[in-house]
């Protein structure tokens, strides 16, 4: 049966056709929907792990163990997880693991756009990149295949653009794959120096086997068409390719690590002008390059975002750029902005009030960064904020820390943040945390998390307790307040920010897109009489007020969701409840 | 079977429901035996901010975006969107715009003015210009939600996609008890062109 399909749910699909029996995953935009999709497979037990680095732990012992395993994340969470990718990456398998690393050239939802087919040479490791969704199945198949085969893990790179792409593909059957048995080898599974010295031997061998596999493996084929332009390319850019350039000879590349060196001989002795086109860093040109090919490259194309069809006829072939009905410079931007009745909004309008210096982390309410809230002095990494606040205080001392907070988000915090806190009791910081309890991981979609007492299968399990944990780690002070009351909020911190101690502050309110949550009783209503056209509400950055420049007065919409954020913001009553 | 591909920007406001759109449209080009691509936007675009799913389909499609210059048609749910992208049409391209005001974030605090006469300026820029006011017609049908059904409508009758593969599509995708009101919703539209 052929149906249309996003790139992420064929991975699913594929893994779950190879008879793959575990799934892990931390949510993390472009790859969320892997793990998600096969979590509606029964048979195949699916889990969101606190973070990156536990899911592939997870996925290790259960190769270990003989299941074919698969592990999903975003590109910057495979650094989160580099430290057992490394390992594993010497100790080989015993099922079949493929880990998903999804890549995000443009930066559409992500901190940076870092080539995780690097990963492949430093890591010792095959990497094999799809170009469609069918392909996204079929190369998941082969990878469990490659990975039992070559004794290593495989790594499966796609792109937002193949993982949010919806292209048809042709449903398979599900092959029953027994467990393969567990025997305990210690020299293969310990990776204490003497053992790791001798698998380090093995590591190499298979990759010198790869290299051999590469030159005939189907993933590799050569298009072969008019000779006088040759193009080596791999993933979405390889539609592209064939997009612009319908008559050019092509080397499609499925295994970008490692490189069939004589397949890419022959390709380039059969065209009269060879050309690499890879978007982001030149992996394929400078390993190309290194072998005395002469080769058009980064010289050419961008080290930017995404390539298209267009962007290639433009830097190839010299075409203009189009002509298009530009009305641009008359439309307001429309810029990504909170929700109306997100209690983010609630917390970032009082920190710019008070003027802190907030430390930030990754999230939804990373949008208080920008206008108009612009309440977030920094944002790193998951989990940065709290350390990165303990170091603010330890290079400025205590005074800057009385006026610097660390927010961090309930997911995030059990992620990455909770030894940031550590760090801050253990040596004597005094910051004020400020953790955003919205019961979700709200910006990937709403997947569960260990806090919210509910599994990726929607089975109720521990719902961890943020406070006591918190306490364990030995904050005295823990304080629990409505995000949303903004003078209790705002008296908290002043009495927390006060103290030389350290201290925590969870903000606790539900996500206000999350299903379930109960309706108010009233609406929201501007009294015009009393309105003075002072603009403080308009300030909290809501889509449910707006400004009226005709009269000078605010106005609730039909978004409004009567949170009272600017209910409590406005100087002079305006803002009135009318019950419904 | 056409030898052209078609090429289908939908662009609205985050929220407005034009994924679902695109894979109403991606279904009927899939049932009518083309090959279709869908590039679609998730995460931190999609918190109210502007959004812009693609639907390409002909007998074989290899790009999944469409690019400058290359769209047949425009479906905006929002007028502002429809200016946005309107670099993205071809010369003769077509723009279906639902006359719906939302306001963006720089409008709402007074910074930026809304250009509310901007689908007149389309218009006046592109003969194949139509302007609806889909939110309205869907309410009467029910529901206004099923704004963006009432645009399918319409571009069904503007591309040539028969009436029974759209609703056979519609029937596929929308939730049951939603039913009734988009297919009287795409009805509507379809009387619209």
């Known amino acids: 049966m052929k149906k249309l399909m ?6 699913a699909r594929g893994a779950y056709e190879a008879g793959a029996t575990v799934a892990t995953a931390y949510p993390g935009t472009p790859s969320t929907e892997i793990v998600n999709s096969i979590a509606e497979y029964p048979d195949v037990y699916a889990e969101w792990a606190p973070n990156e680095k536990v899911a592939l732990e997870v996925g290790a012992g259960a190769s270990i163990a003989g299941a074919r395993t698969l592990v999903a994340m975003k590109h910057v969470g495979v650094n989160v997880a580099a430290d057992p990718l490394y390992s594993f990456s010497y100790m080989g398998v015993n099922g079949g693991l493929v880990i998903v690393s999804a890549d995000d050239p443009g930066l559409h939802s992500s901190q940076n756009e870092q080539d995780n087919r690097g990963y492949g040479r430093f890591a010792k490791m095959p990497v094999i990149e799809p170009a469609d969704s069918q392909e996204a199945l079929d190369y998941t198949k082969l990878a469990f295949e490659i990975s039992e085969q070559f004794d290593t893990m495989v790594m499966l790179r796609i792109t937002m653009r193949l993982a949010h792409s919806q292209t048809m593909v042709e449903i398979g059957e599900k092959q029953e794959v027994p467990l393969k048995p567990y025997q305990k080898n210690s020299a293969k599974n310990v990776m204490l120096p003497g053992f790791a010295k001798l698998r380090h031997i093995e590591v190499e ?30 993933g979405v850019p390889y539609q592209y390719v064939k997009e612009a350039f319908p008559d050019a000879s092509v080397l499609k590349l499925g295994l970008v690590n490692p490189l069939p060196r004589e397949l890419i001989k022959s390709f380039a002795a059969q065209v009269d002008k060879l050309v690499v086109v890879e978007e982001l860093e030149p992996v394929i040109e400078e390993q190309v390059r290194s072998w005395g090919i002469e080769v058009v490259g980064k010289e050419q194309f961008t080290l930017l975002g995404e390539y298209s069809a267009e962007y290639l006829k433009q830097k190839l072939a010299g075409a203009a750029e189009p002509e298009g009905f530009n009305l641009e410079k008359e439309i307001p931007a429309r810029p990504p902005l909170l929700c109306a009745g997100c209690p983010h909004r609630g917390v970032f309008h009082v920190l710019r009030k008070m003027r802190l210096v907030v430390a930030g982390d990754i999230g939804c309410y990373t949008l208080g960064a920008i206008s108009p809230l612009e309440a977030m002095d920094t944002c790193i990494c998951m989990g940065a904020s709290i350390g990165a606040a303990m170091g603010m205080e330890k290079a400025r001392g205590p005074e800057f820390a009385a006026k610097t907070v660390a927010v961090i988000g309930d997911s995030t915090f059990v992620h990455s943040g909770i030894t940031g806190l550590i760090d801050v009791v253990y040596n004597g910081g005094t910051s004020t945390v400020m953790i955003l309890d919205n019961d979700t991981t709200a910006m990937t979609g709403h997947q569960d998390h260990p806090a919210t007492g509910v599994t990726i299968k929607k089975n109720p399990t521990n719902k961890l307790d943020i406070e006591a944990i918190v306490r364990a780690i030995g904050i005295e002070h823990v304080r629990v307040v409505d995000p949303l009351r903004i003078d209790e909020l705002e008296a908290t911190l002043k009495e927390e920010l006060a103290r030389r101690e350290p201290s925590v502050i969870i903000c606790k309110r539900s996500c206000a897109l999350l299903a379930g949550r109960p309706k108010p009783d009233h609406k929201l209503f501007v009294d015009t009489e009393l309105c003075t056209g002072c603009k403080l509400c308009i300030r909290v950055g809501c889509t449910g007020v707006s400004f009226i420049d005709e009269d000078k007065k605010a106005q609730m919409n039909d978004g409004c969701v009567a949170c009272g954020l600017c209910e409590q913001v406005c100087k002079f009553d305006a803002i009135k409840q009318v019950e419904v | ?26 279904q009927v080009a899939v049932q009518m035996g083309y090959d279709v691509k869908v590039s679609e936007i998730h995460g931190m675009a999609q918190r109210g901010g502007s959004v812009v799913s693609q639907v390409r389909y002909g007998n074989k499609v290899y790009s999944p975006i469409i690019t400058k210059g ?25 723009v279906i715009i639902n006359n719906e005001r939302v306001n963006p974030l720089p409008v709402m605090s007074g910074k930026a003015k809304y250009p509310d006469d901007i689908h007149n300026k389309i ?24 704004a963006n059904v009432v645009l399918v409508g319409m571009l069904s009758q503007a591309i040539g996609l028969p009436a029974e593969e759209v609703e056979k599509a519609i029937c596929a995708i929308v939730p049951a008890k939603a039913l009734d009101i988009n297919l009287k919703a795409f009805n509507e539209g379809r009387q619209l062109m």
């Open chain 1, 6 to 11: 996003i790139g992420n749910a064929a991975i």
């Open chain 1, 205 to 234: 061998k298979s990759l010198r086997q790869l290299e051999e596999y590469a030159e005939t493996t189907p993933l590799n084929r050569i298009e072969l068409n008019d000779t006088s332009l040759g193009i080596i390319t791999s």
């Open chain 2, 1 to 26: 079977m056409q030898d052209k591909i078609t090429n289908v920007l939908i662009v609205g406001v985050g929220g407005q429901g034009t994924l679902l759109t695109s894979r109403i449209i991606a």
């Open chain 2, 70 to 94: 290359e769209a047949d048609i425009i479906l905006a749910f929002e007028k502002i969107e429809a200016a946005r992208w309107l670099d993205y049409l071809k010369p003769d391209g077509m």
């Open chain 2, 123 to 146: 218009a006046a820029l592109l003969p194949k210009t139509s302007i609806v006011d889909a939110t309205d017609i869907a309410d009467r049908c029910g529901n206004s939600k099923a």
